[in-house]
């Protein structure tokens, strides 16, 4: 009987997405072809991504958001509230359409219980529930109607929260609160961690932040304070830099280790991945590391994507294989991870 | 009184139009055009770019950024001394730039900006000006952990020297010194130091009588804890704050020295929504009131970058900042009064709700409409 189980694989939320969705989504935009279609052609490739975590061996599987374009953009368009605006760049040749808030902003309906549903359908391992947190939507929006920075994350905390409720109980487990642009401004994260202590409040599930590309070092151990069980954060791309500081100042919650780099065409070895998990085992315990890549997958191909996963796969099982890790998956309940905030010095 | 674009503009299309440069970049990546095509498409898009600065009475103009992934690489990539690494946030944007990590010290080995400011300038009878990234900006933003912030913020400064120099020779009027990471110094006497000994060294040689001015911008944030010795030190010949995500630059407008120009940073770059003129207007006269500086030595721009905006919203917005400098230049003048807001104007507007004069005003205003041989 294995002691310890951990080291737990996962991936962040989006996959790439097959070069006949992209062209039938290109399609749908100028009217080509209907919406049944493009429908059939989403959930074709949800399920094909569900097989293939499932054959690969992921833990926690996503259903690789096949339906959704911008992460903040695809929130926005669902709520009340919201104008879609014109393009804006993210970087290189990548592009954006930008929400503008012209209202108060309000969620009409479930957004993504419906996806969740289908993919948990589709496989008996836990799918994780992927939602935006309201901190990145309003960072990622214009803002024609409020005015205030935080009565605008705070009514889309109010949205946000009801959606997660609505995927617990349709029988999430695990929930996912992007907050990529919560690293951005330090004297912001105080809001950060209000509004996601109302996303979490009540929510019986093993809640996670994501946290990508911001100034780590600056908002560590302070982004400690925001009330999840788990925060997934990019390190492959900071070289594991933040890993150090944990020696001073303990990590306190789970982690979700990124350890390939999403924006790099190369694939990672095995070994690379390896060495991540290793460097990541000299300051956590194996039971409270996930594994996954530095962000989502969707700038990758189809290709690309399939082979960063597996070296992440492979790295996890033959760490676990050398350490004797078990892989028994966690309950997906709240831990006491989520009100440890950061350490209070000496 | 003018008005001038921070620098960069959005490369994406006005609603309805086909984008073009992203097309190029599919392009160039299937292999079914090289370099100098894919220059071609940029270059179109830099030739729409200027058009819409001169249609709204911009000047100087810029080529909108367009030829930079961004604008740290496009520097870096060409120094002697870096390589470039993994996607970092831009501030507080969701906009990246790949970090340039210092190997050893940057060396200039060639001109780099001074072909594109050339194709630029080709395009149009009007000034053109070109940015450079800071070398504090550049430094502190790179990864320098293997050769040290000092030594290569130092090294750059000496390095972009040539660069405004190789500028300066071919004939460029304006260059602006993009220093956004000013706003990171705060208190901290050391690196105050390095940001004035940075702007010392790129700086030796110009000043005076040389005839390209050079000008210091700062966006993203308050630069005003730094304190005017260490934003004031350098020899430039205007300032450009952004007064929005800054506030604070304020107290540097105030305290800049009257002979140096103030461009007011005053149009929301960030945000969708229409700014007011009489709210520009207001900037540009306050700046210009400061130290005795005159309206002659005062400008609006965006708060930073138009880039984090569509591109319709951005045409909206210069075309807001060219009418504002056009009227802010009536300063005193009926035509402005009657062109604002009349709260903006007078209580007495004000309160009538429309412009209006009190009796001796109206006349004097008379008189000064008069034809010259009708007052003889």
New interface residues.
Partial sequence: MTAVNGLWTTSVGSFGKPPELLKARTDHAAGRIPDEELDRLERAATERWIRFQEEIGVDILVDGEMYRGDMATYFAEEMAGFEI?????????R?YR?P?AVGAVRRTHPITVEWWKYAQSLTSRPVKGMLTGPYTIA??S???HYGSRREFVLDLARAIHDEAMDLVAAGARFVQIDEP?A???MEELPLVAEAMAIVTDGLEAHAITHIC??DFMRAYPTMLDIPVDQIDLEMT??DFDLLERFRDIPFTKAIGLGVV?V?SHEIESVDDVVRGIKLALEVLPADRIFVDPDCGLKTRTVEETEAKMRVIVEGVRRVREELGIGSELPEGRPTEGRHRGAPIPA | MFATLVGAY???PL?GRP?K??AG??QLDRGEIDADGFRAVQDELIREIVDEQESAGLEPLTDGGIRA??PLTYLARDLDGFEIS????Y???????RQPRAVREPRWTRPITVDDWRFTASLTDKAVKQNVVGPYTLGRLADTAEVGQERVTLALAEALNQELRALADAGCPLIQVDEDAATLIGEDREQQRLFREAQRRLLAGFGGSRDTHVSLAITMGNADAAGTDTIFDAPYSSYLFDLIAGPDNWRLVARAPGERGIICGALDA????LDTKELLIWAAHYAASTAGRGLARVGLSPSTSL???????ALAKIKLLGEAARLAAMAGTEELARSIDPRAVDIRSAAFGRYAPTARKAAEEAQAAQPAEELA
């Fill in positions: 605006g014109g393009l804006v760049r993210s970087y290189g040749n592009y930008k503008i960072d990622w214009f803002d024609e642009a690293s951005a401004r590309y911001g791309n900071s780099d924006h | 959005p490369r994406t609603p984008f440069l992203r970049y599919g992934e961004d993994g996607l970092l946030r501030f507080d944007t969701n906009t990246y730039f960030r945000n969708t929504a880039e984090y905006l569509p591109r319709d919203r």
